[in-house]
């Protein structure tokens, strides 16, 4: 199964949208359009291109048309949060070579050259462009072009980003094992709380659990095991801060088998303990 091709709605017939994210960016899909997403409260993987990552609060990226993506959120009780982010989706016709051909508009024409491999921002920046994200959804006609521009100003701004998809990365990649990968990470979000075994997750791939390994760390660049660990604990940071529920009850409910493997877990990946972890939020 490849990709599936999406048609942005542009509720007001302009060339700019600018949305909540919603359940419907689950899915493996790919359109025309430029994208700029902030999550603001959210975490999960996401997956464009050949990047696959673990996102938290406030990650934002942008990336050019035509580039495969999905968003895997981690759901409490099986629920996506109300207003997770915002997703800003945007026509270049609708901007126009005359315009990008101006001096003034080098650095956005350098910014959408980088974003054919995909762009991720610090988290200060995507707190400087939050206020501009929530005025896009909330403006039309002037105001939200206005709005638009200084988002770009932030983007164009930054100091401190990276690129997502590889160097080598290609349109023409392999469409079944991206989606042989995205059934495994969608695997592991329904299923992280419960124990997962290499046999279990294998069969998803319906590969051999040995080749499965060597496929797995090849596209994730971490083994099996280390990466579901990361997930856990992605999703533990998240109850810490955002719930008052026991040390030890989230450890049973993010997956972890005791106290102690779950705070061996959080200290190699966040360098602190879990309860030194949730003091800074309070």
């Known amino acids: 199964m490849v990709a599936e091709l999406e048609k942005i709605m542009y509720d007001d017939s302009g060339g700019f949208r600018a949305a909540y994210i919603s359940d419907t960016n689950g899915f493996w899909h790919f359109h025309p359009e430029c994208e700029l997403v902030l999550n603001i409260k959210s975490n999960g993987t996401r997956i464009i291109g050949d990047s696959v990552e673990l996102f938290d609060q406030y990650d934002m990226v942008f990336f050019a048309g035509n580039i495969p993506h999905c968003w895997n959120y981690y759901r409490h009780n099986n629920t996506l949060q109300e207003k997770p982010g915002i997703i800003v989706h945007f026509k270049l016709s609708s901007i126009g070579d005359e315009l990008l051909s101006q001096h003034e508009f080098h650095d956005f024409k350098k910014l959408l050259y980088e974003a054919e491999r995909g762009i991720v921002f610090s988290v200060e920046d995507a707190k400087k462009a939050e206020k501009h994200f929530v005025q896009m ?60 075994s290499l046999d279990d997750i294998a069969k998803i791939a319906v590969m051999s659990p040995f080749a499965f390994s060597r496929y797995f760390k090849k596209n994730c660049g971490a083994g099996f095991v280390e990466y579901l660990n990361r997930v856990r604990t992605n999703k533990a940071c998240y109850l810490l801060r955002e719930t008052e529920y026991q040390v030890q009850d989230i ?15 959080f200290r190699k990946t966040e360098g602190i303990s879990p309860r030194d972890y949730r003091a800074q939020f309070n």
């Open 137 to 196: 959804v909330n403006n039309k006609g002037i105001d939200k072009m206005i709005d638009f521009f200084n988002l770009i100003k932030v983007l164009t701004s930054s100091e401190r980003k990276g690129y997502l998809c590889s160097e080598n990365y290609k349109l023409a990649y392999d469409e079944r094992g991206n989606k042989r990968m995205t059934d495994v990470y969608t695997y592991i979000r329904e299923n992280y709380f419960k124990p997962i």
């Open 251 to 265: 450890a049973m409910e993010c997956g972890f088998a005791s106290i102690s493997n779950f705070n061996k877990q």
